[in-house]
């Protein structure tokens, strides 16, 4: 069997998020093995030296890199793939120059038939002891990521429900892809919590043209499908949040933090703020839902302080 017997396998989705100002690029490939490979973030996070940080949630990887050309230093089982050179075109693609020896080099040729790829070229040979080399063509995309706060009430309804819904929607209407969901555990002593006082963040791939235009979609979404009336979004356009960001939301999860707090975060990095309802409400937890969008492990943790200081009570009480 050759790899033209194998035209149904084939990666699912690939996706190149730009952030021009910061001059890098986050790749996001759905391989076709249920799982992944962790094999492919082995070898290109040590042969390309144009990825900066690379990881994998399942069979759906992330390399963020540096928007360039870089020569690889090839090596049969050490160093066997990766990534040469990225690069937007005149006619605003991103441009992914792939190598690497016998199934690395195959896999270029299974990159072709995946969702959002322009196209595949084949820049020499594949298989077997041959070094292969491609070059995949896909829409520039931009990240937008948003936290969404106080969208239920004490009587009925769940925020990360209803972000769920929202998520599929934005796919559903064409406008980009609906990339990520992230419970945020906030300070769970807040007396105005509804109960157990998380936000949520919502990570989306669009189309530059629908930049702006998305903040209007959630909003009519909101509007129309939250069951409080307290309800507030955040939008962060970047590819990953920034320090002052995340020290917030670490803030936010240990202690109450003030809306004036969040408001100087927001502007400090360029997030737009949406008052759903024009209320106050929701502000914190919808900034503080963006700082640890891309880190969900440290986002469900409760605050250890917290921890202590609610088990020794419940211990001593009367």
């Not at 973030?41 to 069979?59: M, V």
């Not at 972000?163 to 980009?176: M, V, W």
């Amino acid at each position: 069997m050759s790899y033209k017997d194998i035209e149904n396998i084939s990666y699912k989705r690939i996706i190149a998020l730009v952030d021009e100002r910061l001059n890098i690029v986050e790749l996001i490939e759905e391989h076709p093995c249920p799982n992944g490979s962790q094999w492919v973030i082995y070898q290109y996070e040590r042969t390309s030296p144009l990825i900066i940080s690379a990881w994998r949630y399942g069979n759906v990887h992330h390399y963020v890199l540096k928007i360039g050309k870089e020569k690889l230093n090839l090596i049969p089982s050490i160093s066997a793939a990766g990534i040469e050179e990225i690069y937007i075109d005149d006619e605003d693609n991103v441009n992914i120059v792939y190598a690497g020896y016998a199934g690395a080099g195959v896999g270029i040729e299974l990159r072709k038939g995946a969702e959002n790829v322009i196209s595949c070229e084949l820049l020499s040979d594949i298989g077997g002891s041959k070094l292969g080399r491609g070059k995949l063509k896909t829409p520039r995309m931009i990240k937008v990521v948003v936290g969404i706060d106080d969208t239920d009430t004490k009587d009925e309804g769940a925020t990360w429900v209803l972000c769920e819904k929202l998520g599929r929607y934005i796919e559903k209407l064409g406008i980009g892809y609906y990339l990520d969901h992230t419970i945020v555990q906030l300070f769970p002593g807040n007396p105005k919590k509804t109960q157990n006082c998380v936000s949520v963040s919502l990570s989306f791939a669009v189309l530059p043209k629908y930049k702006y235009e998305i903040k209007n979609i959630i909003k009519e979404f909101l509007l129309k499908n939250s069951l409080s009336d307290k309800c507030a979004f955040a939008i962060y356009y970047g590819i990953t949040p920034s320090k002052s960001m995340k020290i917030f939301t670490e803030k936010a999860k240990n202690e109450m933090v003030s809306i004036n707090e969040a408001k100087s975060v927001a502007v400090r990095n360029s997030i737009d703020i949406v008052k759903v309802f024009d209320k106050d409400d929701g502000i914190v937890g919808a900034v503080a839902a963006l700082g640890l969008s891309e880190h969900h492990d440290e986002a469900a943790k409760v605050s250890e302080d917290y921890l202590i200081t609610h088990y020794y009570n419940e211990v001593n009480k009367d």
